[in-house]
T-cell receptor, first 113, second 111 residues
Framework: NAGVTQTPKFRILKIGQSMTLQCTQDMNHNYMYWYRQDPGMGLKLIYYSVGAGITDKGEVPNGYNVSRSTTEDFPLRLELAAPSQTSVYFC????????????FGPGTRLTVT | GQQVMQIPQYQHVQEGEDFTTYCNSSTTLSNIQWYKQRPGGHPVFLIQLVKSGEVKKQKRLTFQFGEAKKNSSLHITATQTTDVGTYFCAGIDFGNEKLTFGTGTRLTIIP
């Protein structure tokens, strides 16, 4: 099993550009999450999904959108990138509710200039 | 909203010394999880505590959940260079089942 994979690993965006961060898991997990981690800080939840077709906002959803058309994939869309979105983005998945351990992907390091 | 704080923010120890990080929640927790993130890496799950007053051990690591289920601690005995990284607690709020990550404690080891 590859676990949770994310692409790209690194990306530099100009202000106002858009992009999609890809996340795929092969563990047949129902729950998937997107976090951002600013330098030296903890993890902030952006969006999460409890199953295909179901998504909900986390703590910091502004400026982002998600979709969950399949169990495996949970892409994160950034529209009109801003410098405040410079961060490391982690995708994670868990078998069921938040009471189960989360498996994290390797992360995408995004810089907006 | 729920806040989860960790202290200290940074800790530098000599190899072989012990290390402890403390996690405090503003609300009562149903569960608490601990993760380790190596420099440049991603968080990796270590353990979950569920019961009030629970103590669990993993080799040199000891995890405790407070009696009131509002705090937790991680203690590492005789640190090694492989222990370097940031340790995060993540609390699941008893009321709304939301998982909130703590601010993390960054551990560096002086050889």
């Amino acid at each position: 099993n590859a676990g949770v994979t994310q692409t790209p690993k690194f990306r530099i965006l100009k202000i106002g550009q858009s992009m999609t961060l890809q996340c795929t898991q092969d563990m047949n997990h129902n729950y998937m999450y997107w976090y951002r981690q600013d330098p030296g800080m903890g993890l902030k939840l952006i969006y999460y999904s409890v199953g295909a077709g179901i998504t909900d906002k986390g703590e910091v959803p502004n400026g982002y959108n998600v979709s969950r058309s399949t169990t495996e994939d949970f892409p994160l869309r950034l529209e009109l990138a801003a410098p405040s979105q410079t961060s490391v983005y982690f995708c994670a998945s868990s078998y069921s509710t938040v009471s189960y351990e989360q498996y994290f992907g390797p992360g995408t390091r995004l810089t907006v200039t | 909203g729920q806040q989860v704080m960790q202290i200290p923010q940074y800790q530098h120890v000599q190899e072989g010394e012990d290390f402890t990080t403390y996690c405090n929640s503003s609300t009562t927790l149903s569960n608490i999880q601990w993760y380790k993130q190596r420099p440049g890496g991603h968080p990796v799950f270590l353990i979950q505590l569920v019961k009030s007053g629970e103590v669990k051990k993993q080799k040199r690591l000891t995890f405790q959940f407070g009696e009131a289920k509002k705090n937790s601690s991680l203690h590492i005995t005789a640190t090694q260079t492989t222990d370097v990284g940031t340790y995060f607690c993540a609390g699941i709020d008893f009321g709304n089942e939301k998982l909130t990550f703590g601010t993390g404690t960054r551990l560096t080891i002086i050889p």
